[in-house]
C-alpha cells in the first residue's frame, strides 16, 4: 500500500500513541477530505480501501464505480465517486477504455490516409476532424484552396455541428428523462446525415475533406436540399422550445446543476460550450477567423450562470446561428475548382486516365506513395462543437507525418467535470457528463 | 514577441506566423510564468514528439541544441487574441520537466498523457499515473522505438496479481 503515514502538524489527524494502523486509516480519511474536487488514486490505492468490514469510520466514505458501461456515460467513461450519502466529494474520469492508438497509427499513413484515421475520433463531428487535419497539412504545404472548396467545407461544417449538437439534443434528453426529445434529436440529425450521405457517400467517418480541397463537388441540386433541410429544422427547434426551454421540470433539473465560473474554465484548459456557458464570449470562428467565417454573420451565443441549463440553451441556440450562416451560404457559394490544381496534391481527374499513360502513373503515384510534405511543424485549429480541435503536425519531409497530435476538446473539458461535480448529487451528476458532451472516441484517441 | 521574449532562444523566428519561443529546462517554468503574467491565460494544448529516427533538419535556432524529446506547450492569451508555443529540449537520459501544473492546473491531464505515452516524468505534478494506457502497462506507445509488433498478452490469464 502507498498511502504513507500522517503528518504530526496535521490538526485533525488522532492523537499519537494510537494504533498506527487506526491513524493510518483515519490520517488517509482526512487526506481524501481535502478540498480538492479531483480524485488522485490508482486502481490498487482504490482495491485496498474499505477492506476492513470491522472499520464503522470507512463505511461514512463510499467509493463508487459509475461505468464504464453505464447508460449516462456516453460510451465508455468511468467514473470513481467518492460519496458521503448521495453527495458526491470528489471524482475521477478513468478513461482509455477506447484506446486505439490512433495518434500512433498517424504515423504510418499518408497525408492523403490521414483523414481516414482522424475522422474516426470525434464521430459525432468527424468533419471538424478532418479540417483541423487539412488546415494543418496545407499549412506545411503551404497551398492556399480554391474559394468555392473553402465554402463547401463551411457549408459541411457548420451542418455537421448543427447534427452533433443534435445528437447533444437527444442524449441530453434522453439522460435526464425526456425520452421523446431522443427521438426527435436522432430523427432530425437523420435528414442531416442523409444529405452527408448524398455528398460524401456515408453518414459519418466521411473522408471528406481533403489536403488541397474536398474529395467531390458537391450535387448539383445541394440548394434544393439545404434549403429544405434549413426549412426542416428550424420550425423543429421551436417544438423544442415547447417542449423543454420553458418547461418547469426541465429548468428545475438544470438550473444552478453544475456551476463553473469563467475562471474556472479557462484555468482548467475548457474551450466551446463550456467556457461560453461561463460567460466568457469565446470562439474560434469569431476570435481567430480561419475558412471564410469573417465574411458571414452569425452570432456567438453566451451564458451567464455557467450551469448545465445555459450549456444546453448554447447549443440549442447555435443550432439555429448554424443554420444562419448555412443560409448565407447558399448565397455566396461560388463557382469553380472544388480542390487546388496543384499537380504534385491532386490525383489527375478520372476521364484523364483512360486517355493518359501519363495521368495513370501520376494517379498510381499519388495514392500508393502519396506527396511529400516540407519538413517543419504546423498547429491548426478549429472551433468544433465541442471547443477547440487542434493538429500539432510535424513533418520530417517525407509522405507520411512523423507525428500527429491531436488537441481533443473534449479530453481537455473532462477535467472540468470533478469540479462541476463536487458537492452535488449522483443524479445530478447524470445531467452534468451530459451537458460536458464527451465523445469518448476523441477522449481515448 | 521578439522585444518581450528576447532572452529566450528563437523569440525572433516565427514558425509559419505562429510565435515559438525555444526555453531551456531550467528556464521552462520561468518562461511559463512570465508568459502567464503577460496575459496567456490558457494552456490550450500540450505534447511532445520523439525525434529519435527524424532524418531531417529540425531547424532549431542558434543556441538549443537538440535532444531526443521535446515537450512542446501551446498558450492561449483570449484578451489579445495571441498564440505561443514553447518547445523545451527533453535528454533522453533524463526525461524529466517541471510540471506546469501550478500555472494552469488544465496541464493535469496532458502531462499524464504525456507521461503515458513518451514516458517522460513532470516533476511535481499532483498525480503522476498513467491515463490512457492500463496501469500496469510496460513501455511507452508513442516512443519511436516502441516496437508495435511485440505486445505482450495482456489479459491472458486473469491471476489479479498486481
Known sequence: ?445 | MAERYGAVAGADQPSRGQAVVHPSRSQWCDVAAAARADGFDQLIDLTAVDYLTYGADRGLPEGVAPERFEVVAGLLCHERRERLRLRVQVPADDPTVPTLFDLWPGSESLEREVYDMFGIVFEGHPDPSRILMPEDWSGHPLRKDYDAGQIPVQFKAASNVR
Open chain 1, 1 to 445: 500500500m502507498s498511502i504513507t503515514a500522517t503528518s504530526p502538524s496535521d490538526p485533525s489527524a488522532p492523537a499519537a500513541g494510537a494504533a498506527t494502523a487506526e491513524a493510518d486509516r483515519a490520517a488517509e480519511r482526512v487526506r481524501r477530505r481535502r478540498p480538492s474536487a479531483v480524485l488522485r488514486m490508482s486502481e490498487a490505492e482504490a482495491a485496498d480501501i474499505g477492506g476492513d468490514p470491522d472499520d464503522a469510520a470507512a463505511d461514512e466514505l463510499v467509493l463508487l464505480n459509475m461505468g464504464p458501461s453505464h447508460p449516462s456515460t456516453h460510451g465508455v467513461l468511468r467514473l470513481m465517486l467518492e460519496l458521503s450519502g448521495e453527495t458526491v466529494l470528489r471524482s475521477k474520469p478513468v478513461i482509455g477504455y477506447l484506446h486505439t492508438g490512433m495518434e500512433k497509427t498517424g504515423e504510418q499513413l499518408t497525408y492523403l490516409q490521414g483523414g481516414t484515421n482522424v475522422t474516426r475520433m470525434d464521430y459525432a463531428s468527424p468533419l471538424f476532424n478532418e479540417l483541423a487535419f487539412c488546415l494543418a497539412t496545407e499549412q506545411l504545404l503551404g497551398i492556399d484552396v480554391p474559394e468555392r472548396a473553402t465554402w463547401i467545407r463551411m457549408l459541411m461544417c457548420e451542418l455537421n455541428r448543427v447534427s452533433s449538437h443534435l445528437l447533444f439534443m437527444a442524449t441530453n434528453g434522453m439522460d435526464l428523462g425526456a425520452v421523446s426529445m431522443m427521438i426527435y434529436g436522432w430523427r432530425e440529425r437523420e435528414e442531416v446525415l442523409r444529405f452527408f450521405e448524398k455528398v460524401t457517400g456515408l453518414r459519418m467517418n466521411h473522408n471528406y475533406i481533403r489536403p488541397g480541397g474536398v474529395a467531390a463537388d458537391v450535387p448539383a441540386d445541394w440548394r434544393t436540399d439545404v434549403a429544405g433541410l434549413i426549412e426542416l429544422i428550424e420550425p423543429r427547434l421551436d417544438e423544442y422550445d415547447t417542449l423543454l426551454t420553458g418547461q418547469p421540470i426541465w429548468r428545475e433539473r438544470l438550473q444552478g446543476v453544475g456551476v463553473i465560473s469563467a475562471a474556472e474554465a479557462v484555468a482548467l484548459g475548457a474551450t466551446g460550450p463550456i467556457l461560453r456557458g461561463a460567460g466568457m464570449a469565446w470562439d474560434l470562428r469569431r476570435d481567430e477567423p480561419y475558412l471564410f467565417y469573417d465574411q458571414v454573420d452569425f452570432d456567438v451565443i453566451v451564458g451567464t450562470h455557467g450551469d448545465c441549463y445555459d450549456r444546453y440553451a448554447i447549443r440549442l441556440n447555435e443550432i439555429r446561428e448554424s443554420l444562419r450562416i448555412v443560409a448565407q451560404i447558399i448565397e455566396a457559394m461560388p463557382s469553380g475548382d472544388y480542390r487546388v490544381q496543384d499537380k504534385k496534391v491532386t490525383p489527375p481527374p478520372r476521364s484523364r486516365i483512360d486517355a493518359s499513360m501519363e495521368a495513370l502513373i501520376h494517379h498510381f503515384k499519388i495514392f500508393t506513395e502519396g506527396f511529400k510534405v516540407p519538413p517543419g511543424e504546423a498547429y491548426a485549429s478549429v472551433e468544433s462543437p465541442r471547443g477547440e480541435l487542434g493538429v500539432f503536425m510535424v513533418s520530417d519531409g517525407t509522405s507520411v507525418p512523423y507525428r500527429v497530435h491531436v488537441r481533443a476538446p473534449s479530453f481537455v473539458n473532462l477535467q472540468t467535470l470533478p469540479h462541476l461535480m463536487q458537492g452535488g448529487l449522483i443524479a445530478d451528476g447524470v445531467a452534468i457528463i451530459s451537458s460536458v458532451d464527451p465523445i469518448m472516441g476523441e477522449v481515448d484517441r
